[in-house]
């Protein structure tokens, strides 16, 4: 008597690292979307999801329907109020977008030549995959905090994919990665929250300076820094290293006000 997987013609077991990929799903409108996101995740050994302020779903029949071969992460996926939570204990934070490049932010990135480093990444260490509202997507500042930015690609003059299929899409892209993905390199990253509270004391020194002690807007700055370290991939010692510094020099600043 033939088995279900016996139909399937190519099926692998779920590769350790992508139990290190975290989907995000911020602000979700539609329960459905939210179900079928599941089942995307599922499909490719995926369990680690968190929401960001999204509708009510675990009451909507849709998501149960959708989510079908997935409802386990209907209860275990966590709800959380802003993208702080969301990211804890992430090391390498990716916004999905169809937007281009603007002042505050690099170009995206196709999805499927990003999908070989963050399997590489995933490896070793957490990697935070956001995806926006259904109506509009990630905020600048949403994408702004990501260390970097992916776009599917489509057909010129078509609309960007559905959301649950955009998930689906990013999942499968990293899935294929990962099986291909080099051994880890030994390095230890810092976190996506230790790099921001390192920011946020750079944020801190630019007020002390006051405003026209920056050629640019601060936020400007910060985003720049941000690039910067998300291109270096800080390891934990820097951002203490960097954290002596900014400390130093606020307390000289203070110091001699």
């Known amino acids: 008597?033939?088995?279900?997987?016996?139909?399937?013609?190519?099926?692998?077991?779920?590769?350790?690292?992508?139990?290190?990929?975290?989907?995000?799903?911020?602000?979700?409108?539609?329960?459905?979307?939210?179900?079928?996101?599941?089942?995307?995740?599922?499909?490719?050994?995926?369990?680690?999801?968190?929401?960001?302020?999204?509708?009510?779903?675990?009451?909507?029949?849709?998501?149960?329907?959708?989510?079908?071969?997935?409802?386990?992460?209907?209860?275990?996926?966590?709800?959380?109020?802003?993208?702080?939570?969301?990211?804890?204990?992430v090391h390498w934070l990716v916004g999905t977008t169809n937007r281009k490049r603007d002042s505050l932010l690099d170009a995206p990135v196709p999805v499927r030549e990003a999908a070989r480093r963050l399997a590489s990444i995933a490896t070793e260490r957490r990697v935070g995959i956001l995806f926006g509202r259904e109506d509009y997507g990630l905020s600048s500042a949403d994408l702004a905090r990501c260390n970097q930015s992916v776009a599917i690609p489509v057909a010129e003059g078509m609309?960007?994919?559905?959301?649950?299929?955009?998930?689906?899409?990013?999942?499968?892209?990293?899935?294929?990665?990962?099986?291909?993905?080099?051994?880890?390199?030994?390095?230890?990253?810092a976190t996506v929250s230790e790099v921001e509270a390192l920011l946020g004391r750079f944020s801190e020194l630019f007020a002390l300076l006051g405003p026209d002690a920056l050629s640019r807007p601060s936020a400007q700055v910060l985003a720049s820094l941000r690039r910067i370290f998300s291109r270096v991939g800080l390891e934990p010692r820097d951002v203490r290293t960097l954290h002596m510094i900014v400390r130093a020099v606020t307390r000289r600043l203070r110091g001699s006000g």
């Open 1 to 89: 008597m033939p088995t279900e997987d016996s139909y399937r013609a190519v099926a692998y077991p779920a590769p350790e690292a992508m139990a290190r990929i975290r989907i995000i799903l911020v602000e979700p409108q539609h329960p459905g979307n939210i179900g079928a996101s599941m089942r995307a995740m599922k499909t490719v050994g995926m369990s680690d999801l968190v929401l960001v302020r999204p509708v009510p779903f675990r009451e909507s029949q849709d998501t149960w329907n959708l989510a079908s071969g997935a409802r386990d992460l209907v209860e275990s996926a966590r709800v959380v109020d802003d993208l702080d939570a969301a990211a804890e204990g």
């Open 159 to 189: 609309p960007p994919l559905n959301l649950s299929h955009a998930v689906q899409v990013v999942a499968h892209e990293l899935f294929m990665a990962v099986l291909g993905a080099p051994p880890p390199a030994p390095v230890k990253q």
